[in-house]
């Protein structure tokens, strides 16, 4: 087991040997939870996040649907610089 020191604005430093085992980045999201006394702090992956967000889409818009992400982002360019 690993310390590591709680700061004055509550924050911890991952210590290198755990974000180089679990391949955590500068800007990567965790996920925090507690279990128990214990504090769970787990990494959001890329993969993981998309499946989260597709069963949110599933739970309140009644089960898949399909985007056509080229025109969405097309839309939101078009919306954002007025360029056709």
């Known amino acids: 087991m690993i310390e590591t020191v709680v700061t ?5 430093t991952i210590p290198k040997v755990i974000r180089e085992k679990l391949k955590i980045k500068v800007g990567d ?3 925090i ?18 499946i989260k ?3 949110i889409a599933d739970k309140y818009l009644g089960g898949p649907i399909k985007i056509n992400v080229v025109k969405l ?4 360019l078009e919306r954002e610089t007025g360029i056709d």
């Open 53 to 55: 967000l597709a069963s």
């Open 8 to 12: 004055r604005k509550f924050q911890i």
């Open 73 to 76: 982002v097309e839309e939101i």
């Open 29 to 31: 999201r965790l996920l």
């Open 33 to 50: 939870s507690i279990q128990d006394d214990k504090i769970i702090l787990k990494p959001i992956r890329g993969r993981e996040a998309l």
